[in-house]
């Protein structure tokens, strides 16, 4: 019998700290050619749309199928010998832990050495799983955060200092966080360009994770002509889906082929020397899906929980 679990169940069963270590692997794995996977395609209907992305593991065995049209979001894991459902994950906390976990995975490799300010972007829901998972990949002392909306931007604030030993602090600009951060992320669904770089530090880490459709844009391409490095989780994904990435490359300011995906960094343990400033541009993969959602399943067959116990989506 297929397993369904709710979101609750999710959570209970994976945190941050065991989403970086199993992101972290699944990157190693697919530096091995252990992996396979179908980039996101989308599919529009009257008022929403469909998005879909799959991977699977040779290892594991298991097929895994993502597929959102907001707000219904799930991952479904599959047996490749059968094709047997083996579970069906309500997929919102679980899909936003593994895109954290990716930047922190990023981190830990492309940060700075001496990486004590993250800068944030964005105070949503997103925004909260990056500065989890950036404070346990790295010596973060002090996080500041700018928003557009003050009350948004406090109360974000609020909860990141009841869970994270950091100092947290709001800032007036973009300009003014953009100037303090070793670690610059931006978690925002815009779609015109919010800085050119033009007032990072001389080194510095860029994670742009919101510009994962053609039409968003979050990082000029003045700012990626700054960049010594441009490393993403998935190179035929960004092809397709990260919009300044693509307009990057139309414009002649950067090539495909000098995009580094991040199995390769994390593989090699690093980057030596390390460029002086990097972007990590993150789309979401189904790879990371996969990670995570056969960590839970395993995490549940190794407490004997059964179907008929769990919560439905």
Same mark, same amino acid.
């Given at each position: 019998?297929?397993?369904?679990?709710?979101?609750?169940?999710?959570?209970?069963?994976?945190?941050?700290?065991?989403?970086?270590?199993?992101?972290?692997?699944?990157?190693?794995?697919?530096?091995?050619?252990? %992996?396979?996977?179908?980039?996101?395609?989308?599919?529009? +209907?009257?008022?929403?749309?469909? /998005?879909?992305?799959?991977?699977?593991?040779?290892?594991?065995?298991? =097929?895994?199928?993502?597929?959102?049209?907001?707000?219904? /979001?799930?991952?479904?894991?599959?047996? @490749?010998?059968?094709?047997?459902?083996?579970?069906?994950?309500?997929?919102?906390?679980?899909?936003?832990?593994?895109?954290?976990?990716?930047? @922190?995975?990023?981190?830990?490799? =492309?940060?700075?050495?001496?990486?004590?300010? %993250?800068?944030?972007?964005?105070?949503?829901?997103?925004?909260?799983?990056?500065?989890?998972?950036?404070?346990?990949?790295?010596?973060?002392?002090?996080?500041?955060?700018?928003?557009? /909306?003050?009350?948004?931007?406090?109360?974000?604030?609020?909860?990141?200092?009841?869970?994270?030993?950091?100092?947290?602090?709001?800032?007036?600009?973009?300009?003014?966080?953009?100037?303090?951060?070793?670690?610059?992320?931006?978690?925002?669904?815009?779609?015109?360009?919010?800085?050119?770089?033009?007032?990072?530090?001389?080194?510095?880490?860029?994670?742009?994770? @919101?510009?994962?459709?053609?039409?968003?844009?979050?990082?000029?391409?003045?700012?990626?002509?700054?960049?010594? %490095?441009?490393?993403?989780?998935?190179?035929?994904?960004?092809?397709?889906?990260?919009?300044?990435?693509?307009?990057?490359?139309?414009?002649?300011? =950067?090539?495909?082929?000098?995009?580094?995906?991040?199995?390769?960094?994390?593989?090699?343990?690093?980057?030596?020397?390390?460029?002086?400033?990097?972007?990590?541009?993150?789309?979401?993969?189904?790879?990371?899906? %996969?990670?995570?959602?056969?960590?839970?399943?395993?995490?549940?067959?190794?407490? +004997?929980?059964?179907?008929?116990?769990?919560?439905?989506?």
């Amino acid at each position: 019998m297929a397993l369904i679990l709710s979101q609750r169940e999710t959570e209970k069963l994976i945190d941050m700290p065991r989403a970086l270590r199993v992101v972290e692997g699944m990157f190693r794995d697919r530096a091995e050619g252990k %992996l396979q996977s179908l980039p996101r395609r989308r599919l529009k +209907g009257s008022r929403k749309q469909l /998005n879909i992305m799959a991977a699977y593991h040779s290892e594991w065995d298991l =097929l895994c199928l993502r597929a959102y049209a907001m707000p219904t /979001n799930t991952i479904t894991l599959y047996s @490749g010998r059968t094709g047997a459902i083996q579970a069906i994950f309500a997929a919102t906390y679980l899909s936003s832990l593994r895109t954290g976990a990716a930047s @922190g995975v990023a981190a830990r490799y =492309l940060a700075p050495r001496v990486s004590s300010t %993250l800068g944030v972007i964005g105070p949503g829901w997103q925004a909260a799983f990056q500065v989890a998972a950036i404070v346990h990949a790295c010596p973060v002392r002090e996080v500041l955060v700018f928003g557009r /909306n003050p009350k948004k931007t406090r109360e974000f604030i609020r909860q990141m200092a009841s869970r994270f030993r950091v100092d947290l602090k709001e800032s007036a600009a973009i300009e003014e966080v953009e100037a303090a951060a070793d670690i610059f992320v931006l978690a925002t669904d815009a779609t015109s360009p919010m800085t050119d770089g033009e007032r990072l530090k001389g080194e510095v880490l860029v994670i742009s994770m @919101g510009a994962n459709q053609p039409v968003k844009h979050e990082v000029s391409s003045q700012l990626i002509r700054r960049m010594d %490095l441009v490393v993403t989780d998935d190179p035929a994904t960004a092809q397709t889906d990260s919009g300044d990435l693509i307009a990057a490359c139309n414009a002649g300011i =950067l090539r495909w082929e000098d995009v580094v995906p991040l199995e390769r960094v994390v593989a090699e343990g690093g980057v030596s020397p390390r460029p002086k400033k990097i972007l990590f541009q993150s789309n979401g993969i189904a790879d990371e899906d %996969l990670a995570v959602a056969r960590y839970v399943l395993g995490q549940i067959r190794r407490r +004997g929980f059964r179907a008929k116990k769990l919560a439905v989506i």
